[in-house]
């Protein structure tokens, strides 16, 4: 399948006619061609959103919000088609797809398009000064919104809904590994009558496309999903330009199982938690900390439940583990298993790659429980983003605080515990962005989300994200 670019409501393929090959990870063949645009294709879509503007900031919120929730509504009428697809780019479960990746991307889409029906700016009486203040919370303009591989639609969507509810136009690259649902979702828009040039999808590599976007003058605000290399690269690039920056950026999340906990409780879900769309979630709890008394039994039993977990093909029903994403991200994380092991790491389950009878070029690796020595060597350091957990036993309150503090990320962070003292003092004291205790990655999307550290700089989500995607202007006025 030939991949296009979706500018001014139309495919167009990229002016340097120029292509990269799209390979289905579970297979490791080549299955499609996506371009590999340009700058030029990046200032043709600049244009069209540029041109959209004027019409669509003063498009009435109403109309706005019917138009955002009609695409939510088309996504989940094909739902099916988006699943396949998405499974297909990016090589997880089907199941997975179709129950959180393509459902969530419409909830992003319904849920903004609500928010900004609720969405009101403040007002501020001067008394004794016989004034009044109030705030504009006015478009940007032309925003660029980039996105990872992990959750294609999923984060691409979380950007654009609401970039596009505040009445921005936008110019988006979603990750060039995993391009398909974005491009399906070019004519959903149509379908749903968004008007030509106010979201325009472009394709292609970081490096020259991204970064055509990222260098573009009149793009205002960049909103971005992805590593923390390239937050940091984004961040150098454009805020000398002083452009709004949103960065969510690369995790290494700490789970910490305390003693009191509800045990099978904290186990399933520590299972998801670890291995979930292959451990490849930027929100896992890559690094396990189990209170000393029920270690063994934790370790026994968790390593029990991993060996039972099947990979393998991501459309049949009963696979739990799919493909990674691609052969250099495959070879990444084997080498990180190869790290653990020259750290002295143990390797409890897991380690090797799988093949998979009839697929076997794809990109099939066991989920892999390494026991490391101590929380300072690598493995436990830095981030994987892949089926790889780490665990180790700690003793008291104060050492696993520690511990958990001890990266340069800070994206989430996972409790298990049932006293409550401890859950308000840790959460006080945890340096992350999002807390769950006692359950793991339930999202209310009202909620700030986002993290601190080397996580990044900014919040997505409810409110955070319009008012991220709008100016304030205050006005003030003496009577
Ligand atoms: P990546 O940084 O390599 O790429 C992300 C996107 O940025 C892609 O679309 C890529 O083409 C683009 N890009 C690369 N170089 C660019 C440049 N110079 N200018 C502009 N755009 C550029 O990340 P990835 O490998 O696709 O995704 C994995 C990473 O994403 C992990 O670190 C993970 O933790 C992180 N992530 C974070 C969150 C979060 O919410 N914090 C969510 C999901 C993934």
Redesign the pocket.
Known sequence: MTIKNYINGQFSNPISNEWIDNYCPATGEVYGQIPNSTKEDVENAYTAAKTAFPSWSQTTLEERSRILIKISELLETNLQRFAEAESKDNGKPISLAKAVDIPRAASNFRFFGNAITQFSSESHESIGQNAINYTLRQPIGVVGC??????PLY?FTWKIAPALAAGNCVVA?????TPMTAYLLGDICNQAGLPKGVLNIVHG???ST??A??EHPDIKAIS?????A?GA??ARVAAPMFKKLSL????KNPNIIFADCDYDDMLETTVRSSFANQGQI?LCGSRIFVEASIYEKFKKDFVAKIKALKVGHPSEASTNIGALVSKPHLEKVMEYINIAKEENGIILCGGNKVVVKGFENGYYLEPTVIEVPNDNCRVNQE?I?GPVVTIMPFNNEDEVLEMANKVKYG?SATLWTNNLKRTMRMSNQLQAGIVWVNTWMMRDLRTPFG?VKA??VGREGGFEALRFFTEAKNVCIKY
């Open positions: 980039i996105s990872p591989w992990n959750l984060l690259k979603p990750s060039e590994v590599l970081g490096t991204g970064q976007i990222i971005f999903t992805g590593g923390t390239t690269h984004i969510e950026l690369g995790g930027c981030e983003f994206l993290g996580s990044g």
